[in-house]
């Protein structure tokens, strides 16, 4: 079993839709929690970090992570087309040493159409 | 512009060659590391380096060498001892290295490395 699972879909939603992106993970060590995203052939850039529990909210975008049932979502509210992208769910903190090392989903497609 | 550069975008290797790809960052970060990308597959570490003339093994190592002779550079050697090279290639840099878990890791835009 992958220390973390993630759907790789695709996912494909109409503009405007609310879109869900989840990732499940077996080390409940785990602290910081990040979401990046990567458009087709370029390096992924970090959209969303939050550490420990709870919900952030940035712009349409919202990271939810629940510890005790070690789940963590991404919601994008009214998706646009250049939302397109592989989304990529990373975490760290799950060793005593090395404990920054990420720890990555295999990503998501997402296909938002006009 | 900070920021990462890696090059060449594509690189085509022959098998049995040796192959370099550079990673340059003036972000003035102490960490880098190189990360290998499979479709359907998450990011895997292979190497990092939290200081200057120093660095450790990730997760898939071998068929693989670095150097860290300056703080803004980390290149990466694929050797002819890896046995599946082809993948997509991404270098990221940190402030603090690996001992901090809040630590954010920036990324390059990659190296499509295909074997002919």
């Known amino acids: 079993q992958k220390e973390v699972e993630q759907d790789p879909g695709p996912l494909s939603v109409p503009e405007g839709a609310i879109v869900s992106l989840n990732c499940t993970y077996s080390?409940?060590?785990?602290?910081?929690f990040m979401w990046y995203r990567q458009y087709s052939r370029k390096g992924p850039e970090l959209l969303m970090y939050?550490?420990?529990?709870g919900n952030k909210e940035d712009g349409r975008f919202t990271a939810q992570v629940d510890k005790s049932s070690k789940y963590i979502s991404l919601f994008i509210r009214d998706s646009q087309p250049s939302d397109s992208a592989t989304y990529l769910c990373?975490?760290?903190?799950?060793?005593?040493?090395?404990?920054?090392?990420?720890?990555f989903g295999q990503g998501t497609t997402l296909q938002v159409k006009p | 512009d900070g920021g990462i550069t890696q090059s060449p975008k594509y690189l085509f290797r022959k098998e049995g060659q040796n192959v370099t790809l550079s990673c340059e960052q003036n972000?003035?970060?102490?960490?880098m590391y190189w990360y290998r990308q499979d479709p359907g597959q998450g990011l895997r570490l292979i190497y990092y380096?939290?200081?200057?003339?120093?660095?450790q093994k990730g997760d898939i190592a071998e068929g693989y060498s670095v150097s860290r002779e300056k703080k803004e550079s980390f290149p990466l050697t694929v050797t002819s001892a890896q046995k599946n090279p082809t993948a997509f290639y991404l270098c990221?840099?940190?402030?603090?290295?690996?001992?901090?878990?809040?630590?954010?890791?920036?990324f390059g835009p990659g190296t499509r490395l295909t074997v002919l």
């Open positions: 939050t550490y420990s529990s």
């Open positions: 080390n409940s060590a785990f602290q910081y």
């Open positions: 380096s939290q200081i200057v003339n120093d660095f």
């Open positions: 990221a840099s940190s402030i603090f290295g690996l001992a901090q878990n809040t630590d954010t890791q920036y």
């Open positions: 990373a975490m760290s903190g799950g060793g005593s040493s090395n404990t920054g090392k990420l720890i």
């Open positions: 972000l003035n970060h102490d960490a």
